[in-house]
């Protein structure tokens, strides 16, 4: 079946402008995560949606930084005014979270966001 | 919240030999430790996940020990192929709910022929 999508696969943007990032997860997973991969670095926590619970934003790096997700399904990072350390990889991923308690997250491909 | 430790950054083994990845952890709640591999250009993609009611899991040539009192565990990969070549995380819970993980550092296994 289909897995986790991202798009677009690369972004370049100029320092100061906005860029989004979208991500379409597995059908029927309620659960929904972003994560930043900085070059040769480890996944940092970006935010956590869960059902209809108020997301974990706790992984936001500063409130140029935000995220929703829309009927349950997809979801948007929005970075504003991005800057030269935004550059990374930004991964998706989404999990079924039932009380099976199956915690497996499935990434997508991620999107390179390179700011000049 | 859960700080998680992973050695060694590089790894590089000849195909044949096994190769060792540790991890230490610092909660005590944690009970569910995953690792993930990351192949070039691709997403983690989950590989072997161990919980704390059990010492070690086997899955074909890669294991994973866990070692509650210390806090730490290790995956195990036993006779290796350039296949294996990739980006090795482990990962434990956030904040003692396993449907939010803290990553390690990640491990680039480099497997020679």
């Known amino acids: 079946g289909a897995g986790v999508s991202q798009s677009p696969s690369n972004k370049v943007t100029e320092k100061g402008k906005d860029v989004e990032l979208r991500c379409d997860p597995i059908?029927?997973?309620?659960?929904l995560y972003w994560y930043r991969q900085s070059l040769g670095q480890g996944l940092e926590f970006l935010i956590y949606?869960?059902?209809?619970?108020?997301?974990?934003k706790s992984g936001l790096p500063s409130d140029r930084f935000s995220a929703e997700r829309t009927g349950g399904s997809v979801s948007t990072l929005t970075i504003q005014r991005t800057q030269q350390e935004d550059s990374a990889v930004y991964l998706c991923a989404s999990s079924l979270v039932s009380s099976a308690d199956s915690y497996e997250q499935y990434f997508g491909p991620g999107t390179r966001l390179t700011v000049t | 919240g859960e700080n998680v430790e992973q050695h060694p950054s590089t790894l590089s083994v000849q195909e044949g030999d096994s190769a060792v990845i540790k991890c230490t952890y610092s909660?005590?709640?944690?009970?569910?430790f995953p690792w993930y591999k990351q192949e070039l250009g691709k997403g983690p993609q989950l590989i072997i996940d161990?919980?704390?009611?059990?010492g070690e899991k086997k899955d074909q040539r890669i294991a994973v020990t866990l070692n509650k009192t210390a806090k730490h565990f290790s995956l195990h990969i036993t006779e290796t192929q350039p296949e294996d070549s990739a980006v090795y995380f482990c990962?434990?819970?956030?904040?003692?709910?396993?449907?939010?993980?803290?990553f390690g550092t990640g491990t680039r296994l480099q497997v020679t022929l």
């Open positions: 059908s029927g997973h309620t659960a």
């Open positions: 949606f869960q059902g209809n619970s108020a997301p974990d």
């Open positions: 990962a434990a819970p956030k904040s003692g709910t396993a449907s939010k993980l803290t």
């Open positions: 161990i919980r704390s009611n059990v």
């Open positions: 909660d005590s709640a944690s009970n569910y």
